[in-house]
């Protein structure tokens, strides 16, 4: 909270300066440059302070036996459809601009990664509770506030 805060404190006189019509677009541009970084960083499987996500915790395979069908596991990165636009949005109007997660359940997903919470498996009855890594999906890196900084700098 307190980059937040930093933030509004460093960028509210010039931003009190523009009409409402400016903020608007400034607000937008601003809400669309996150939301793709914020894709980006989620794509590239990192923490906004640059560390590498936990891995999933590897499954546990049946053996392989002759006949048998072999049961498929997870492959691909995490989150692959979390980040999409359908999903991750930008939103934004003269006075904010804020980038999340717009469904129900994909924001439950979300919230239970990005603190680290427990949570069940899957919904069948009597599934299996897990305390989950924390990884931030959404989140303010040192780029992306130089890059907001820059952008209302230019348009003063």
Do not use: C
């Not at 996500?53 to 979390?82: C, H, N, Q, V, W």
């Not at 003269?94 to 359940?105: L, M, R």
């Not at 897990?130 to 820059?150: K, N, Q």
């Amino acid at each position: 909270m307190a980059d937040f805060e930093d933030l509004e404190r460093n960028v509210g006189e010039l931003l009190a300066r523009l009409d409402a019509g400016a903020r608007r677009r400034l607000t937008r541009e601003i809400a669309v440059g996150l939301r793709r970084s914020q894709s980006a960083r989620i794509a590239s499987q990192r923490n906004p302070d640059g560390s590498a996500y936990e891995p999933r915790k590897a499954a546990d395979r049946p053996r392989d036996r002759r006949g048998a069908i072999r049961r498929r596991t997870k492959s691909g990165p995490m989150f692959r459809r979390l980040r999409l636009t359908r999903y991750l949005r930008a939103e934004s109007d003269p006075s904010q601009a804020s980038v999340g997660f717009a469904a129900a359940a994909v924001t439950r997903i979300a919230r239970v990664h990005q603190l680290g919470l427990r949570d069940r498996v899957s919904r069948r009855p009597g599934a299996p509770e897990v305390t989950y890594p924390r990884r931030e999906l959404v989140g303010f890196t040192a780029e992306e506030d130089a890059w907001i900084l820059d952008i209302i700098l230019a348009r003063r």
